[in-house]
């Protein structure tokens, strides 16, 4: 009986420690599990903060690259601009250069050209009526001595050349009075001289005693019956304003004369 108490006495007290001990081991686990929740909750927060972080980064990374892909979106079409304004500027200079060589070509072969026009002025005016002689003597010299220039261009050269023919040309159509100094009968003479176009070319001494007229055939000027005088005199004073225009007569070569 005794040994059968004591047998219980001892189970009751293992049992005992056993309880003491199971309840220690759950409160341990109890606080191991509570320490991991806490432990776990503040690295959550510190990820959770991290990940804020990163995210936020990320936010700012996306946006500089939509800032630099416009940027290259705009360099890329200023680019392909500037390629053809390239391509369009290489073809001006192709064409500049085929210029270039085209006038260096012209100049050598234009240079000849007014050199020829000059000549064949000059000898014009040599066979034309002997009128307003010294101007159109020094326009010649002006060219020739124009044409060794080397510091005006070959274009201007063309243009003054052009521009003596031009003169010339009215000659046909304007009337002129002037004073010069002719030879007649081989002595040197002042007269009044009358150009109506290159019609007729006729002159009167200042008193109006001599009149006469410029033959192209025979190269030289004749002495004119009376009958011209009035005319003569009417046609300066008309072509120097001083009374209305009318007819005139006039000596006029015939044609084949």
């Not at 420690?17 to 929740?37: C, H, K, P, Y």
Request: hydrophobic share 40%; no cysteine; aromatic share 6%.
């Amino acid at each position: 009986m005794k040994e059968h108490q004591i047998r219980r006495v001892l189970i009751a007290f293992a049992f005992g420690i056993m309880s003491m001990i199971g309840v220690n081991a759950f409160a341990q686990t109890l606080d191991e599990v509570l320490g991991v929740r806490t432990a776990t909750s503040v690295d959550g927060k510190k990820s959770q903060m991290k990940i804020d972080e990163l995210t936020d980064q990320t936010r700012d990374l996306l946006s500089q690259f939509k800032q630099v892909m416009k940027i290259v979106d705009g360099l890329r079409v200023y680019n392909e601009q500037q390629e053809r304004l390239i391509r369009n500027q290489e073809a001006e200079m192709a064409e500049l250069n085929q210029s270039i060589d085209n006038v260096s070509l012209v100049e050598r072969q234009i240079t000849p050209l007014i050199e020829r026009m000059i000549t064949n002025l000059e000898k014009y005016i040599e066979l034309d009526m002997p009128f307003l002689m010294t101007e159109r003597q020094d326009r010649i010299a002006f060219l020739i001595d124009t044409l060794d220039r080397a510091d005006v261009a070959v274009s201007e050269k063309f243009s003054q050349v052009m521009q003596a023919y031009q003169v010339e040309n009215t000659y046909g159509s304007s009337i002129d009075v002037y004073t010069d100094v002719i030879e007649l009968n081989g002595k040197p003479r002042q007269v009044d001289v009358l150009k109506m176009g290159r019609v007729s070319l006729v002159f009167q001494s200042p008193d109006g005693e001599i009149s006469g007229a410029w033959d192209n055939d025979a190269r030289r000027w004749v002495i004119l019956e009376d009958k011209y005088r009035s005319g003569i005199r009417d046609g300066m004073r008309m072509a120097r304003k001083t009374q209305t225009v009318g007819l005139v007569q006039l000596p006029v070569a015939a044609p084949g004369e």
